[in-house]
């Protein structure tokens, strides 16, 4: 099974990084789903929820807010100025 490789980071620190199977984030342009095999993309990251789904099915979960998203090769980085789990 094909995963991504996923980094949340914040202006000031790591908030989470490992391996998923989807992302789900909040955009300027509404909320999108990132699963392996992705085109890449960069897109501006709007305040909310970011969800990001493990391979045991189990979630992590995130605020997060003022950033960009990019997806490339099944990397996702989320780069926000604010950034804080809200489960782990």
Do not use: C, K, Y
């Not at 897109?43 to 997806?71: M, N």
Request: hydrophobic share 45%; aromatic share 2%; glycine share 12%.
């Amino acid at each position: 099974m094909a995963v991504l490789n996923i980094s949340l980071v914040s202006a000031d620190q790591e908030v989470w990084s490992g391996e998923g199977t989807m992302v789900v984030a909040r955009t300027t342009e509404g909320e999108i789903g990132l699963l392996p095999g992705h085109a890449p993309m960069l897109a501006i990251l709007g305040s909310g929820e970011v969800r990001i789904t493990l391979g045991d099915g189990s979630s992590v979960t995130a605020d997060a807010s003022e950033g960009f998203l990019s997806v490339e090769h099944n990397t996702v980085t989320i780069v926000a100025r604010h950034a804080a789990l809200t489960n782990a």
